[in-house]
């Protein structure tokens, strides 16, 4: 196994706990915010895949999906359409209300067939590439892949936490 399989590997393992959060839950409980103030299961997975097609478009050269496909517009969310979520405070995170067939079926499963395309012709020498020199040391591809799938890990993680706490999770 070279490092784009197990690369390929863990953003499916992403997918699979993406779906397990997700499927099944209504638009309340999606949108509920454990405590009244909390993430919701809903801001939490469309966080961690806008940050996903933010950052794997970016050290591609690829369009982000959000734009590109018009998940923007059909979210219609009363954010700025470059926004994240990075910062967001509990305000900003109740305006992020979406149902699961959007949220998966459309807007995360597409980023993740846009990431695997992205990871098919990967070669072991393309992960020293420089993708963003604002830090010190300047960040690789490698390290921009490991650290998206390490924020996806940690939200899809707080996703499924969520859920658990609800009576039917």
């Known amino acids: 196994m070279d490092a ?30 454990p405590g009244g103030r909390a993430n919701s299961i809903s ?16 050290a591609f050269g690829l369009e982000q999906v959000w734009l590109s496909q ?28 979406v149902d699961a067939d959007d949220l998966l079926t459309g807007y995360y499963d597409a980023v993740h067939e846009q990431t695997l395309r992205a990871l098919s012709d990967l070669g072991a020498d393309d992960l020293n590439r420089i993708v963003d020199e604002n830090w010190t040391p300047a960040v ?16 899809v993680g707080q996703a499924a936490y969520a859920r658990g706490l609800s009576a039917d999770g």
């Not at 997918?15 to 949108?31: C, I, P, Q, R």
């Not at 801001?43 to 933010?54: F, I, K």
């Open 70 to 97: 018009g998940w923007a517009d059909r979210f219609a969310l009363p954010l700025d359409k470059g926004d994240t979520g990075y910062g967001h405070s509990p305000q900003q995170v109740a305006e992020v209300r």
């Open 4 to 33: 784009k399989d197990i690369l390929v590997e863990a953003y499916g393992r992403i997918k699979d706990e993406v779906h397990a959060a997700v499927v099944g839950l209504s638009a309340d409980e999606l949108n509920a915010r």
């Open 43 to 58: 801001w939490l997975v469309w966080h961690l895949t806008r940050v996903q097609d933010d950052h794997v478009a970016d």
């Open 140 to 155: 690789t591809l490698g390290a921009r892949l490991v650290s998206v799938l390490s924020d996806d890990l940690q939200h």
